[in-house]
């Protein structure tokens, strides 16, 4: 089954030991797009720019992105500027432009509002609960937010949190948002907010799944190539949205398998600049580079 | 077989959120013995001053520790002071009184010395290898060290890294070591100095084991109590080798069991202060958690 995506379409300049990128192509429901189209059809909603360069929307449709819900508006698509030192967890944001993301209200075409998965990756809460409202009758909610909204939106965040499944925050995010500063009790925190599922990203130290009936740990890839992490969170979330999409059964094995699938797109992202691995990834690859994971991580 | 262990006997000073420990037993001969002593016998090798605690012998004595190469003198006994506040993953040191570590000078009864199981706990290189020079023909040596002698020995660390089979980092000294940020490329780096195992600690994210035949990374337990972590890494390793110490062949399926049971022993040692769990420990208790952990983890 189809999944909608909201989120960011960015053009992003990124720097780290390994070289630099100037405006590529980048944002939260890109990098999520890349790794959920291996698994199903995905629609993306997000706003860009005059400046936007008409090949990304070529790049885009080729990869089988459906676009109706794309914004294409004047002023200036969303850039960010970002530099990793010798740490490549730890990004160090230069610069954001925010441009026409000021001025965002998602929206959906007719033939869209039956699509029974979404996934709010990072924007203002108020336009994930916007959107939200569009659906008819959603079955499976994912959200992503951010330090910023934990921050300054943190009543908006509270009240579409409890209307989600499933919710993905990174290690940091969880300690704030909950105040708990151990990661299996923040997670049994937010559990307590209203998603069903949490799931805890720990970059390269993996992912911790929390749910009323089980908990599922699962370490990183061991990449011994990273050279631009922008977007593994996005990556992971689309490969684990993406897998649980054409699930019939939410179970245990549904669960972890979609996990399993998320950390491995994740680790395609972090070997090359943007979407230059991902964009390229078939299922075979995931399944390739699974077998090899299974045998790191069993015992 | 028997296992011997070289390290400190300590009187622990430790305040953590949940309260405080004065002078209680610690040190890393102490925690690795009360996870190798659930596999095997174990020969404590440190030194002690006039002021230890003679019930702290008694206690020692009870748990099965062979103390006949535990060095009793005049002078004071090392102690260390430490305090963790809300991320319990970083000890801050208030203090240390290195009292007669500085004039301990390692050796083995005769009966002793031809034992093949050896772990170098965290003590000057120069101590270790008068240590594993003692031993008449070791078969499987495992070593950890410090910043501290990375920093100021490392010349020593070197020589005797060279010398060993296991080499037991945290993550901080594996890339201080190496020079390397990359866990993975750390850990090969590691294995390019020397021994032929090398397992790389990550605390709440658990750990990377790393030699030529194959890599396992494994999670640490998902513990949702944590008390008092101090000891954990040497818990770890003394499950480990105690582990190790008694299999025949150290292939795949031993190598993978002995870190899993590092990993669980560890998981008691941080639920309480100082050794308050670890002492009571029994197989039982690991195998019970072991089969929780293996839900925990496996997909």
């Known amino acids: 089954m189809s999944i909608i995506v909201l989120g960011t379409v960015a053009l992003d300049t990124v720097k780290t030991p390994f070289g630099k990128r100037i405006k590529m192509l980048g944002g939260s429901a890109v990098h999520f797009s890349m790794s959920a189209r291996i698994f199903t059809d995905v629609h993306l909603v997000a706003i860009v720019g005059k400046d936007f360069p008409p090949q990304h929307l070529d790049f885009l449709r080729r990869k089988g992105i459906v676009l109706d819900s794309l914004i294409k508006t004047g002023g200036k698509t969303f850039k960010w500027e970002g530099e990793y030192e010798q740490d490549l967890n730890c990004a160090l944001t230069k610069k954001t432009e925010l441009g026409v993301l000021l ?51 943190r009543r908006s965040l509270l009240k579409i949190i409890k209307r989600v499944n499933v919710f993905v925050a990174n290690d940091r995010e969880a300690r704030d948002l ?8 923040a997670a049994a925190s937010l559990r307590r907010l209203g998603p069903d599922m949490v799931l805890i990203k720990k970059g390269e130290h993996g992912v911790i799944f ?39 059964k939410l179970d245990v094995l549904a669960i972890k398998n979609a996990i399993v699938f998320g950390t491995i797109a994740a680790s395609f992202n972090v070997e090359a600049f ?3 691995k991902t964009s390229r990834l078939t299922l075979k690859d995931l399944q390739r580079r699974l077998t090899e994971f299974k045998k790191i991580v069993s015992f």
Not at 124 to 135: E, I, N, R, S
Request: net charge negative.
């Open 103 to 153: 001025e965002f209200c998602p929206s959906l075409a007719s033939h869209q509002k039956n699509i029974k998965n979404v996934f709010l990756a990072n924007v203002d809460p108020d336009l994930q609960a916007k959107l939200l409202d569009c659906l008819e009758s959603p079955h499976l909610v994912g959200l992503d937010s951010m330090n910023f909204w934990i921050q300054n939106k």
């Open 274 to 276: 943007g979407m230059e």
């Open 178 to 185: 909950t105040g708990e500063n151990n990661l299996i009790k």
């Open 210 to 248: 929390y749910c009323d009936k089980f908990k599922f740990c699962l370490p990183a890839y061991p990449a011994d190539t990273v050279i631009d992490p922008t977007g593994a969170g996005d990556t992971f979330a689309g490969g684990f949205m993406g897998y649980l999409s054409r699930q019939k």
